[in-house]
């Protein structure tokens, strides 16, 4: 870590206290249950970063009244990444002592770990505590690191909390039979003319937007290598920290801090992990770290610029120094199979200019 990122995680030591990657784990768990048993049934860490204060009364308040053994926790990154162990491994750990530290109630229990993920368990025969982790995972795989808030809300909506976004489902389910059965030549023509890919003269093939994806699968027709991308991973930690130094956002704003912090730790944690990476896991592990990074770092500067936080989107599939992505479309290399990427808005309209 270079001289001007230390200096700046120094001025945040003064500004928030101990960095929370060096806090008592035990800390974590007694901050939540006093929450917990205090009646409120979310708790929000300040330096989480991942969600707002009103995002966490919303969550709160559709479980106000509904049950009393769902609890929900929103804490930063470090506190999974106290050793050097899995964070999956540590975030079973927490949620156990959390359970413990209940008085062994149960319940289903839901902690969020801003950039290292969002866990859950279900204890005892609580409704739902079979279910949770299943609900979760799929969660999970729909959202991006990043979307904490809409991760958190569509567990409840599975659960069967109130206060969704949704329609009833059962009116829903039938009106949309109806108007598929009605439409289904007509629509399924148009859905084939839309996706069908339109060769460019690059040998580039581009075919509408795609669905979103927090990562990618390897293909088969990529001829780089796993060394070859981590090499490219390496300069892009670099590139992050460079970053960090040039951007040296003042600090006197807790909130602004507590973004920044969280844009810091994950810095590190990328540094440690960026010398050993030998499988495409790894590196997509590694490239969520740094987007959350990037991503913390850009909230943080926005809040000094009076402007709405930016969306949490992966950087550009093209070229990562082209910034955050806009959109996602299905593209292939000249032969290659069409895979859904993140594009910025240059390299959107390049590709789906007609």
């Not at 609890?71 to 002592?97: H, I, K, N, W, Y």
């Amino acid at each position: 870590m270079s001289q001007m990122v230390l200096s700046v995680l120094g001025t945040l030591v003064a500004v928030l206290g101990p960095a929370p990657g060096h806090a008592d784990p035990q800390q974590y768990v007694d901050d939540v249950v006093a929450t917990w048993q205090g009646g409120q049934p979310v708790y929000l860490d300040p330096d989480s970063g991942a969600i707002t204060e009103s995002q966490a009364e919303a969550l709160a308040g559709r479980i106000d009244g509904w049950r009393d053994d769902v609890f929900v926790a929103v804490l930063p990154a470090a506190a999974v990444r106290q050793g050097p162990g899995d964070d999956a491994d540590e975030a079973s750990d927490l949620l156990d002592e959390l359970y413990v530290g209940m008085g062994q109630q149960d319940g289903v229990y839901l902690v969020s770990f801003s950039g290292a993920g969002t866990y859950a368990a279900g204890y005892g025969d609580a409704p739902g505590a079979d279910d949770v982790g299943r609900i979760v995972a799929g969660q999970v795989r729909d959202h991006t690191l990043g979307q904490v808030d809409q991760t958190l809300n569509g567990t409840l909506d599975e659960l069967g909390a109130p206060g969704g976004d949704g329609f009833p489902v059962v009116p829903v389910l039938v009106a949309a039979l109806v108007v598929a059965a009605l439409g289904a030549g007509g629509l399924l023509l148009w859905r084939r003319r839309r996706a069908l890919p339109r060769r460019r003269a690059s040998g580039e093939s581009v075919a509408g937007p795609a669905a979103y994806a927090p990562s990618f699968p390897t293909y088969g027709d990529q001829t780089d290598t796993v060394q070859e991308r981590a090499a490219l991973a390496r300069e892009d930690v670099t590139r992050l920290g460079e970053e960090l130094d040039a951007a040296d956002p003042p600090l006197s704003d807790p909130a602004v801090a507590a973004h920044v912090q969280a844009a810091l730790d994950a810095y590190a944690d990328a540094s440690r992990r960026v010398d050993a990476l030998t499988t495409d896991d790894e590196l997509r592990a590694l490239g969520q770290t740094t987007e959350y990074a990037r991503w913390q770092l850009h909230t943080a500067q926005a809040l000094l610029a009076g402007t709405p936080p930016p969306p949490r989107r992966l950087p550009c599939f093209v070229d990562p120094q082209h910034g955050p992505s806009v959109a996602d479309v299905s593209w292939a290399p000249p032969g290659g199979t069409l895979r859904p990427v993140p594009v910025c808005r240059a390299c959107y309209e390049r590709l789906t200019a007609t």
